[in-house]
Every structure is written in C-alpha cells, then in structure tokens.
C-alpha cells in the first residue's frame, strides 16, 4: 500500500529510516581498523567533536549538544577516551566548575592515522554533493537538522515522543 502522506518524498525518508536503523544497529559496536584503541561511532564522534571545538573552550554540555546525545551519554564516552589517553580534561581559572576539553598528543596522533581510513570511506560519499549548489546543499543541512528535530523528545511540540 503506498504511503500517500509522503508524497514525492517517500524514498527519501526510506533513505533516511534505513540509515537511522543501521547506525543505530552498528554505532555501539567498537571498530579497530587497524587501530589499537577500539572506538564505537559515538565514541568517535565525541572525539571528533571535541577536536574540531577545542579552541572555543565549549563546556560537556555544549558539546554534547552539538552532538545531540545527553550529556550522561556523552560523559561515559569521554570517560572511554580519557581511559585510552586520547583526551585530557582542563578548567578555566575564572570558573572551576567548567570543564574543558582537548585532545591529548597521543588522541591527536591517534585521530590523524584513523582518519585516512575514514577519509578513504567516505570518498565515494562526498562526490554525490559535488553537483549541489550552496544553496542546495544548505537546504539539505536544513532538512537534515528538521527531521531530527521530528525526533527529538527534548523539543516542545514537536515531536510525537512523550518523555516518561
């Protein structure tokens, strides 16, 4: 039976369900590639996102909404990096309750030699965007960030979730 209340956009949710049920299926399983430390997907990408913010001085909280994952879920992933050596945690002399975070020399060693591998997964991906304007690749981004937001019980109103 076709699922009229799509439209047009049906394979595209298609898509994008089967990504959510395969990440979500995948994400906890720790990979190696080759890497000494294993890592799930959530565990890299707080390691990624710590790395690309550490200039800003984001607090836990910050950036565990930059992933939007709760921040007890992003604690136990920098608990399992800081485990590892990969990050170190710093305050600001002003303010000893925020807690900082950087990447440690190894963690930064780490993230290079792991990232040609990643890079080399992703190089089929990337191209797919190369016909995109800039305008089309923002209202992709945009798409992208309202659907998640369909899903998110934290937002008022707009989601058919109901936190318990």
């Given at each position: 039976m076709p699922l009229h209340w799509m439209g047009p956009y049906r394979e595209v949710v298609r898509a994008l369900i089967r990504y959510a049920n395969l990440y979500s299926h995948f994400q906890p399983e720790k990979r190696t590639d080759g890497a000494a430390i294993p890592l799930s997907a959530q565990e890299w990408q707080?390691?990624?996102?710590i790395y690309e913010f550490e200039d800003q001085f984001y607090n836990m909280a910050a950036l565990a909404d930059k992933l939007g994952i709760?921040?007890?879920?992003?604690?136990?992933?920098?608990k399992t990096l800081e485990s590892h050596g990969l990050i170190d945690r710093y305050r600001i002399k002003d303010n000893r309750k925020s807690i900082i975070l950087k990447l440690s020399?190894?963690?930064?060693?780490?993230?290079?030699?792991?990232?040609?591998?990643?890079?080399?997964?992703?190089a089929s991906i990337f191209p797919l965007l190369d016909d995109l304007s800039a305008e089309e690749i923002s209202a992709f981004v945009a798409f992208i960030t309202?659907?998640?937001?369909?899903?998110?019980?934290?937002?008022p109103n707009r989601s058919h979730l109901q936190k318990l």
């Open positions: 707080t390691l990624e996102c709760p921040a007890s879920n992003f604690s136990k992933y920098v020399p190894a963690g930064k060693e780490f993230y290079l030699k792991r990232i040609q591998l990643i890079k080399e997964e992703w309202e659907f998640g937001k369909v899903m998110d019980p934290n937002i």
